[in-house]
């Protein structure tokens, strides 16, 4: 139970205080997604070239709907809050209802991290917990948790058919994990065209592991990545036809127009691929830095990203290389960890090409890996018995406390909407309960299984 209150807690926490902190629509992106959202009540997909419908009183009111392009199940969802509040004519209460809608998916989010984090380092107590405290409390969570955009959903989604892959390649609860697989998959295709290769991908391991020593038969590993390809194609697959009529590609984008109208220009692959300021800039998952109150010393994001991004992670990626080469079975716990590496070198390889063909480079882009990787984040984290985890659990709450605050004192171009300083510093309050009862429940768990071996040890050896 006071497991439960934790991961819900965290999970409202700081995406509520994001919600309360900035001014709704303060971005144009949030207006064109509400936008498609109000479109799809009314019976339609939006079309670029035709611009919004939703008028927009404060913020940003973008020229083209430039989100026309997502697939439209993100917006399937936000179309019940969004429409009826549009055509009752409160626009800006519609933008936060379907804020408050990504604030559920949030925990939604959290809880399939435990649940993939228990399942990849199984045998690690408290992973499942500490895995959703390194996600709950990265900047993007909380960010896109508080905003209407689709990487919130588009995580979950590909989180679910990693969480499937991983219980079908142990071999428990096969049917239902055959059923998660493939509408996991169908809601990749459903969501964003960048997860079409990562479901693929998903299938692809699933094919391997079927083929290797273990609980999963060749048949149904086969079964299961045919029937996702198959849910995907029957699923999505006229959207991207769609796409292909309207704009000439799949993905439905518009590089002529963004060459036209933006500041940004196409540069060489291998130019963005070597670039340090690319890199330094999409990593920033843990610290945004520039915090008004916060001493220049500590103000660089890439200290922080090197603290408590790239240390832990390497050197949980290696504890975990340690514990598979230990372990009897090692062929697909380590096809398991090398998928969600290509993934996340997948997603890395996207943003890339993307931002070398004059595509922006938001750190967001990157957040779709953090799932994936927080339980060998939270790995090294939980050694002392959790007291790392501590230490990094504190420093993220306290750079959290400063986003908010230099959230709050920005300085924006149009008019816009209220924020809410009072119950922003409550949900943060939230998110500070939240954190300290997970830490508890994980130095706990830790100390009592640290207690149990001890005596199973000393119990174990023989009398003289």
Request: proline share 7%.
């Amino acid at each position: 139970m006071l497991e439960h209150a934790a991961i819900v807690l965290l999970g409202i926490g700081g995406p509520l205080a994001y919600l309360l902190a900035s001014p709704i629509y303060s971005s144009g992106d949030e207006a064109a997604h509400v936008d498609y959202a109000l479109q799809v009540w009314h019976g339609e997909l939006p079309v670029f070239e035709e611009g919004l419908e939703l008028q927009n009183p404060t913020g940003v009111h973008p020229p083209v709907q430039w989100t026309a392009h997502h697939p439209p199940l993100v917006y399937l969802l936000l179309a019940p809050v969004v429409g009826p509040l549009v055509d009752a004519g409160n626009v800006d209460g519609a933008g936060m209802a379907a804020r408050a809608v990504m604030v559920l998916l949030s925990v939604a989010l959290l809880y399939t991290v435990r649940a993939l984090g228990t399942r990849l380092l199984p045998g690690v107590r408290g992973a499942g917990l500490a895995s959703v405290v390194v996600v709950g409390l990265s900047v993007w969570f909380v960010r896109l948790g508080g905003s209407v955009y689709t990487d919130t959903p588009a995580a979950l989604v590909s989180t679910l058919a990693l969480l499937a892959l991983v219980r079908l390649a142990q071999g428990e609860q096969r049917r239902r994990d055959v059923a998660l697989f493939v509408a996991a998959c169908a809601a990749c295709g459903l969501t964003r065209f960048s997860l079409l290769p990562i479901a693929a991908l998903f299938a692809l391991a699933l094919v391997v592991v079927g083929h290797l020593r273990g609980p999963l038969r060749p048949r149904v590993a086969w079964a299961t990545a045919v029937g996702a390809g198959v849910a995907v194609l029957a699923t999505s697959g006229w959207f991207y036809l769609r796409n292909r009529a309207l704009t000439g590609n799949l993905s439905g984008s518009h590089p002529e127009w963004a060459a036209e109208h933006t500041r940004r220009v196409a540069r060489p692959v291998t130019e963005v691929a070597v670039d340090p300021a690319f890199w330094s800039r999409m990593s920033e998952q843990m610290s945004l830095g520039s915090y008004p109150r916060l001493p220049r010393a500590l103000e660089p994001a890439l200290p922080w990203t090197l603290l408590l991004l790239v240390l832990p992670l390497v050197v949980g990626l290696v504890l975990a290389v340690v514990r598979i080469a230990r372990g009897r079975d090692r062929a697909v716990p380590l096809v398991l960890l090398a998928t969600v590496l290509a993934a996340c070198g997948g997603i890395a390889c996207m943003q890339v090409a993307h931002h070398a063909g004059g595509g922006s480079a938001f750190a967001r882009y990157f957040f779709a890996m953090i799932p994936f990787l927080a339980p060998f984040l939270a790995l090294p984290l939980l050694w002392l018995r959790g007291v790392p985890l501590v230490l990094w659990g504190v420093a993220r709450a306290t750079l959290l406390g400063l986003e908010l605050e230099s959230t709050m004192l920005r300085q924006l171009r149009q008019p816009q909407a209220d924020i809410y300083p009072v119950p922003t510093w409550l949900a943060f309050g939230l998110t500070v309960v939240a954190l300290l009862l997970a830490l508890v429940l994980v130095m706990t768990s830790r100390t009592a299984h640290d207690r149990a071996t001890t005596q199973w040890r000393v119990s174990s050896r023989p009398e003289h």
